[in-house]
């Protein structure tokens, strides 16, 4: 089993432009996320996809992999299944958010083990709810776990509702999950995906994952401990930088 990962790296973003090239103690963020990737026992290449020269330029001069891709791309998946029809010779690929620099390793590993089951098409992870705070916090989405481990669906939303208890104490009554931004996909399941339109359900939630859903695809989960911390803004950066780098 072969196994890429493929980490998006778009130049523009709304809320914090040129996200990939800003400095964190002393090396670029997408250089840091490349670096914690490459650490997965598991992964047997590592490339950036992106839609920029100076992103383009700057991978090249730490000795990274890159590959140019269309601006035009709705989604990280999306460009990945690009990089797919460029790159031959893998069986799995691991769509890695641009943004976490401080991704372990060893996450990657346990979504790939996902694969070693026959029928997973479809992976991604889940972290366990610890505070109201999470659970009520609509940038954190939820998701619905089956028996078996397969997400039956994401929300932006606390779910499942419990009726006639307090909110402040669902968490004493039933295991909640937030989901963590990284998928694995089986590559001709990524090629497929890549082609679905938008779904009624993705555009309401804004969840890319419920078009997979909603078109009859399942989706495999494994439970993580690790607690990700993304950086989206300047604000979570200098947060970031205080927790992790301060000296």
């Given at each position: ?240 930088l205080e927790k992790y780098f301060a000296k």
């Amino acid at each position: 089993m072969k196994v890429i990962g493929i980490i998006p790296a778009r130049y523009a973003s709304t809320r914090f432009p040129a996200k990939p090239l800003i400095d964190i103690a002393g090396q670029t963020m997408i250089q840091r996320v490349y670096n914690q990737v490459k650490q997965a026992s598991k992964i047997n290449e590592v490339i950036i996809a992106t839609d920029d020269q100076r992103i383009y330029d700057h991978v090249l001069s730490f000795g990274g992999r890159v590959i140019m891709t269309d601006k035009n791309h709705q989604s990280g998946t999306d460009r990945c299944a690009e990089v797919l029809e460029n790159i031959h010779g893998f069986d799995i690929a691991i769509n890695i958010q641009g943004d976490e620099p401080l991704i372990d390793p060893e996450q990657i590993d346990l979504l790939i083990s996902c694969f070693e089951t026959p029928g997973t098409d479809i992976a991604t992870l889940v972290r366990k709810v610890e505070t109201n705070e999470e659970l009520f916090n609509e940038n954190k989405p939820k998701v619905v776990l089956s028996s078996s481990g397969k997400a039956i669906y994401f929300s932006r939303q606390a779910i499942p509702f419990q009726r006639e208890v307090e909110a402040d104490k669902w968490l004493e009554n039933q295991t909640y999950f937030n989901h963590i931004g990284i998928y694995g996909f089986r590559v001709n399941t990524l090629k497929e995906v890549s082609k679905l339109p938008l779904s009624n359900l993705e555009q309401t939630e804004a969840l890319e994952q419920l078009r997979w859903i909603d078109n009859g695809y399942t989706i495999q989960t494994a439970i993580s401990n690790h607690n990700n911390e993304a950086i989206d803004t300047p604000e979570d950066l200098a947060y970031i930088l205080e927790k992790y780098f301060a000296k």
